[in-house]
């Protein structure tokens, strides 16, 4: 045993961090978080009937999630703690498989470690890992596909190909994404220098036995789903229609540099951990031209836009702000001025580093000879599932910064390829790293505590106060919950029809009833989330 954890002693280093951070967060509630009211719910009628519903919120597949869930709530009994655990578990499999990837990419064990800690103190994956999200499970076997996919490429192991179409199964059984995995292991296969037609006819048929899931599950859900739902079919995409390609533009417009600042924001640690080797590879008047076009790089991508704290804190402080009280204002409450005025240099100096570190290892490539680095089958994979990933996100019609999740994750694989001849120093991103860890810790566990002051508020109201549910307006999760029934919506963006108010700040016609202190830590101060009574009511 002794041999065994010392050789994967950086491994069982990242995985203890893990578990202190979480006792610490202590996650442990029975209420909802976020959008996982809706999957709860669906797991909940499955546990109690053994229907399968997806309900009329959710516009992806669902199916893997649910069935990630419902395997944990057979074995622990229904709870959020339970589906929570699900969560977390998964997790863990995803750091596993990330760790062992970027090891055998770069044989390098510290920089394992390293991506780990990246990808767990992410702000918003961290906090996603202590819900029902799908993010999470979605990264995982994303993970896992890239991974069964490096091995095949590697290996040609037949075994290996049948598991990786499995993975795809389920991962675009859990959201319809997915299905540019297959696609993108398609593509690559022709790139394969032996038995190349070979590899690409099974590809092929893979693609279809994946297509094929997707198809009959839909058949199944078009049977199920009411006129109201929000799944969006894959069938209702047209690629030959103005409508589509004027709506992919505008969003591309809007969201392309949001998108990047996050992926080269996030990924600063590693570009930070290459930078001295490479710096040493170059000539002085090519590290001065290399700064100066990827300074001006990335104040002509990023000026015009604000370092992107909005969905990653606004949607941990989701729960106690009502929607109505989020839309009266765009300052959240947690909302700082001096965090916003730290920001700016750190947005321009983290992308400004991982620009330099891409642009050195390109001009790198170049010098060596080593273009067709590009053309290896493993390497064209992750670029075909990164594009393919971001135009998926710029066709939705919704976004959040939590979709970039998969992109800053195949971006840490991609720097694993960048140089495998260096020295791993921790010292030279603890920093930034603690950084990271403050803000992710910090920011989940302040989620947690205001999410149980307010609904210790709620369940005041409701079971000392006998007030019925339906006069409460508590906010996203609360209202939408509603006690597990089968309701997939509730009108809670307005005030009329409540008589009590659970949220931060006042509303006209209401007065403060009682006030729940607690302490924040993101940023550190004492905080209190308030139940208002109608002024009319005694």
Not at 11 to 38: K, Q, R
Not at 169 to 182: D, N, V
Not at 221 to 249: A, P, Q
Not at 273 to 293: D, G, M, N, Q, V
Request: with cysteine; charged share 15%; hydrophobic share 45%.
């Amino acid at each position: 045993m002794k041999p065994f954890l010392v050789k994967n002693k950086y491994f069982f280093f990242l995985i203890l961090i893990f578990i202190a951070a979480e006792f610490i967060v202590n996650p442990i509630g029975e209420f909802p978080l976020n959008d996982d009211w809706s999957y709860s719910k669906s797991v909940l009628i499955y546990h109690n009937e053994g229907k399968y519903e997806i309900g009329d919120f959710g516009a992806m597949t669902l199916f893997t999630h649910l069935g990630w869930g419902i395997l944990f709530t057979k074995i622990f009994g229904f709870s959020f703690t339970a589906l929570r655990f699900s969560t977390l578990i998964s997790s863990f499999i995803g750091l596993a498989i990330l760790n062992k990837l970027v090891v055998n990419i770069n044989s390098s064990k510290p920089l394992g470690f390293i991506s780990g800690l990246i990808l767990l103190f992410n702000p918003m994956y961290f906090n996603l890992t202590n819900t029902y999200m799908t993010d999470v499970n979605f990264n995982t076997l994303c993970l896992l596909s890239c991974y069964l996919a490096y091995s095949f490429f590697q290996t040609k192991h037949i075994q290996t190909l049948i598991f990786f179409f499995l993975t795809t199964i389920f991962l675009t059984l859990l959201r319809q994404f997915g299905l540019i995995a297959p696609i993108s292991f398609f593509i690559a296969c022709f790139f394969i220098k032996e038995k190349k037609w070979c590899y690409v006819s099974i590809a092929a048929v893979g693609v279809l036995v994946v297509i094929f899931c997707l198809k009959s599950y839909e058949k199944n859900l078009s049977e199920i789903l009411t006129l109201g739902s929000s799944y969006k079919f894959s069938g209702k995409i047209n690629l030959f229609t103005e409508s589509f390609w004027t709506n992919l533009i505008a969003n591309t417009k809007e969201r392309f540099s949001t998108t990047l600042l996050q992926i080269v924001f996030y990924c600063f640690p590693i570009a930070l951990l290459y930078l001295p080797s490479l710096i040493k590879e170059f000539k002085i008047s090519t590290l001065i031209l290399a700064f100066i076009f990827n300074s001006t790089l990335a104040f002509l991508l990023f000026k015009e836009e604000p370092f992107p704290y909005k969905n990653i804190f606004s949607n941990m402080c989701l729960g106690p702000e009502t929607f109505y009280e989020s839309s009266q204002t765009y300052i959240s409450h947690t909302y700082s001025e001096t965090f916003k005025d730290l920001m700016k240099p750190l947005k321009f100096g983290f992308s400004f580093v991982t620009f330099f570190v891409a642009s050195l290892t390109l001009v790198k490539l170049a010098k060596l000879k080593k273009q067709r680095l590009f053309f290896k089958p493993e390497i064209l994979f992750l670029m075909c599932l990164f594009v393919t990933y971001m135009v998926m996100i710029f066709m939705t019609e919704s976004y959040f910064d939590r979709y970039t999740i998969p992109l800053i994750t195949i971006s840490l694989i991609f720097l694993a390829y960048v140089n495998k001849k260096f020295e791993v120093n921790l010292w030279n991103v603890l920093a930034p790293l603690l950084l990271l860890f403050y803000i992710s810790f910090a920011g989940t566990k302040d989620y947690f505590t205001l999410n149980k002051k307010k609904w210790e508020a709620f369940n005041y109201l409701k079971n000392e106060k006998k007030i019925e549910s339906h006069l409460i307006n508590a906010g996203f999760e609360v209202n939408c919950w509603n006690g597990g029934q089968k309701t997939w919506w509730t009108n809670f963006m307005g005030l009329e029809g409540y008589d009590y108010l659970i949220q931060f700040k006042s509303e006209d016609g209401f007065k403060l009833y009682k006030e729940y202190e607690f302490q924040r830590y993101f940023p550190y101060r004492k905080d209190k989330i308030n139940i208002f009574v109608r002024t009319s009511e005694k």
